[in-house]
């Protein structure tokens, strides 16, 4: 289905009209919340742009009435004011780490930053700050405009998920409002400087891929995901069970180590060695010596637990809640629809850091936007995505704003612990077929 001929030209015409009001008060509003101007007009246009080919290209529905195109448009233009009055907040991870990686970059001739030992992420990002070094712009607003932008590519995906289940131009529409609207979605990258939208969004991608079939394109984006940050094995469960349902062939696997090893190659060709590209994760797994970094995880609760005494058991506690529910989906695989799929993608994004020792308190990030496709694949479990915000959101709290928090820790913890054993139990029990057994 497409959007109706009559609808094309007003979708495109509201679009650019709402974009033009929005840029225009930001201009002369800029002053008054500490933004350049010139950042406004980059930012505008840039994110304009991105969304009008949003619009065109990934929405082929059929068309609503002409006010719930403006409403729409309406919406991510305030989402979009809401991201660039947030651009210029000095950021504590830029100003600490950030600003001093590219200072060491400027510091250097030619392709020498990407050979040296710069900061401790894996090369795409560190190719990003790269050709950010070498332009003279604003560093922050370059950083945080670049995550902004997945922002909206983990909300077009997230989008994508849900027209799997509705043709509702509207409803899709309101899912990609609803992730650009989450609040740790938009403080991540506009108010914090994070990058976690980067890995979502091709975590997410991925996950459209491979439910609509197309595995070839999601073991790509899955490996291009791994390339810029070892989190994005939260999802890897759902990858294995969805590989094996989809039947994806060996050759089509082999396209993850493919695409991970080409990420490394302008390094390698800049001259770093090879050995020093892959070892990045390893030093990072055990970068930090606490149970949990402010994380809404299960070691929350024991904030004072020695990590040398409980990471072994924490990664095997992992390890086996992992085991089991990809034993479990096996099992059941010919009774793992759609809907089930998208719940399993969550389960995943939430089980893995919820278990494991050193989480930070990012690294729900992928958790918090699965949770709408939850709430969207079955209304009813409208409470998935509001408790899993209110855990992920009361740890940002916490580090952004001089230590607040909505509610006390262990009880945080404990909702969502509460909704993750329902969301188990729930998940188990329609893929059993005991569900239908109780009908």
């Known amino acids: 289905m497409t959007i109706k001929k009559g609808f094309k030209l007003p979708l495109v015409l509201s679009g650019a009209l709402l ?37 065109m290209f990934f929405v082929k ?66 190719y990003f700050l790269f050709i950010i070094s070498k332009l003279k712009l604003n560093d922050l607003i370059l950083i945080k405009w670049l995550s902004c932008i997945f922002d909206l590519l983990a909300a077009v995906f997230m989008m994508k998920i849900v027209s799997l289940k509705s043709k509702s131009t509207v409803l899709n529409f309101s899912a990609f409002i609803l992730t650009l609207a989450l609040p740790t979605v938009l403080l991540n990258g506009s108010y914090w400087g994070q990058c976690d939208s980067i890995l979502a969004a091709l975590c997410i991608g991925s996950i459209y891929f491979i439910l609509k079939g197309k595995t070839s394109a999601s073991i790509v984006l899955y490996a291009l995901a791994f390339s810029f940050k070892l989190q994005a094995v939260f999802i890897l469960p759902f990858m294995i069970v ?34 020093d590209c892959i070892r990045i994760y390893f030093d990072q797994a055990g970068q930090y010596p606490y149970m949990s970094l402010n994380s809404p995880s299960l070691w929350q609760i024991f904030e004072n637990a020695p990590i040398e005494n409980f990471n072994s058991v924490a990664v095997m506690l992992s390890g086996l809640v992992v085991i089991s529910l990809i034993a479990v989906c096996l099992k059941y695989k ?101 569900e239908q057994m109780k009908i």
């Open 334 to 434: 010919n009774r793992i629809d759609l809907s089930a799929q998208v719940d399993l993608a969550y389960l995943s994004a939430v089980l893995i850091p919820f278990f494991l020792p050193r989480m930070h308190d990012r690294y729900f990030f992928i958790a918090d936007i699965l949770s709408l496709g939850v709430f969207f694949f079955k209304r009813k479990k409208w409470y998935v995505p509001f408790v899993t915000q209110l855990a992920s959101l009361n740890c940002y709290s916490y580090y952004l704003f001089g230590g607040a928090l909505i509610l006390p820790y262990n009880y945080a913890t404990l909702a969502l612990f509460v909704v993750l054993v329902i969301s188990l139990k729930d998940f188990v029990i329609r893929i059993s077929g005991k």
């Open 19 to 55: 974009s033009l009001i929005m840029f225009f008060f930001i201009l002369f509003t800029a002053e008054g919340v500490g933004i350049q101007r010139e950042d406004v007009l980059l930012t505008s246009v840039l994110f304009s742009a991105v969304y009008l080919g949003a619009t």
């Open 242 to 275: 969805l590989c094996i349902i989809k039947k994806a062939s060996p050759i089509k696997l082999l396209l993850f180590p493919a695409v991970f090893l080409a990420t490394l190659l302008p390094a390698l060709f800049a001259g770093r060695p090879f050995i």
């Open 61 to 126: 529905e059929q068309g609503d009435r002409l006010f719930n195109l403006v409403f729409i448009w309406a919406a991510v233009a305030a989402l979009i004011y809401m991201r660039v009055a947030l651009l210029s907040h000095p950021a504590r991870d830029y100003n600490v780490f950030l600003s001093d990686w590219l200072s060491k970059m400027r510091e250097l001739d030619g392709v020498e930053p990407l050979v040296q030992k710069i900061g401790d992420y894996n090369m795409p990002y560190l």
